[in-house]
């Protein structure tokens, strides 16, 4: 499905901040930097009537939640109301899953996808201090409460603030490919990717000044995939212990040296594949997996989909 329109549903009050997430990523007009146009829709059930925020400011949808009937996707940000949606609302999420459209939560806004039935038998997350009461609300979904964001068919939960971020820039490289969802990330000065399956909660069990943070280190490994790395070889450039370069690693970015780096030069193949008329073999080569059966085999791991499928569907136009 392309991603051509979007509605938010506003339930009263509204976390502005969350609905400030969708707005910023999905309801700009980025198309004279080559961002593809996207019918964004703010919609409530009583559209044109003042809505309550969680700061005070007044808002009003313009859009009712008819709205919503052919949007590519529907997204609920958090609000105290998601709990205990109206019937309306739960429809409105039903409707959507039914035809095939993408769901997106952020947030406690997974309550109303709870509510609505539709996270039974998939995995989802959100909020770490909520996700006792989801599992518990809704014993049948699969709640996750580590990760950023699960994408489960056409259902997308994503966990507190900013992991909705990394969710919605997750479904704009799905659809438009990477290189959109990083012109995207470049003018919100964020991350254009983060793994779904990074920690929410990442322990820093030691202060970290800035002289002793990795970011030269992790900028250094980007611009060389294509080398071969060890941890002790890392620890040296980043005048550490192998022990205190591992601990520090996992404490700064949620996951493991051998683990990163591999998910990076997924992400630099997604990119060359996009854009680029390399083959499969050269890829390998440039991004560090050294052969086309590597590629391969981590590729189909972190997307669901082999190269040449993926360049299929995402290949950039010239």
Request: glycine share 8%; aromatic share 6%; with cysteine.
């Amino acid at each position: 499905m392309a991603l051509r329109s979007v509605a938010v549903v506003l339930q009263d009050p509204v976390a502005l901040f969350e609905f400030g997430v969708l707005n910023e990523v999905f309801g700009i007009d980025r198309t004279a930097e080559g961002v593809p146009p996207i019918d964004f829709r703010v919609c409530s059930e009583r559209p044109g009537m003042p809505l309550s925020t969680d700061s005070g400011v007044v808002l009003t949808a313009p859009h009712g939640l008819e709205a919503t009937s052919d949007a590519d996707l529907v997204a609920i940000p958090a609000s105290p109301t998601a709990y205990a949606p109206s019937e309306a609302v739960k429809q409105v999420v039903r409707d959507a899953v039914d035809r095939g459209a993408y769901v997106l939560s952020v947030c406690s806004g997974a309550f109303t996808l709870g509510a609505a039935g539709v996270l039974d038998g998939r995995e989802c997350t959100t909020h770490w201090l909520h996700s006792d009461a989801l599992a518990a609300a809704y014993p049948l979904a699969k709640v996750n409460p580590d990760v950023l964001y699960a994408h489960d068919g056409t259902v997308i939960t994503s966990a507190g603030t900013a992991a909705g971020i990394d969710a919605c820039l997750h479904l704009v490289r799905a659809e438009h490919g990477a290189a959109v969802a990083n012109r995207i990330a470049r003018r919100m000065v964020v991350s254009p990717h983060r793994d779904g399956g990074q920690r929410q909660f990442i322990d820093r069990p030691v202060p970290i000044t800035e002289c002793e943070s990795l970011g030269p280190t992790l900028e250094w490994l980007v611009e060389h995939l294509d080398e071969t790395h060890t941890v002790p070889q890392l620890a040296r450039r980043a005048a550490m212990s192998s022990r205190t370069f591992a601990r520090r690693f996992v404490a700064e970015t949620g996951t493991t040296p051998h683990q990163w780096v591999t998910d990076q030069r997924v992400l630099r193949a997604r990119e060359l594949l996009e854009e680029t008329d390399l083959s499969i073999e050269q890829i390998a080569g440039d991004v560090g997996f050294g052969s086309a059966a590597l590629l391969r085999h981590h590729f189909s791991q972190g997307t669901g989909l082999t190269p040449t499928v993926f360049r299929t569907r995402h290949r950039s136009p010239a």
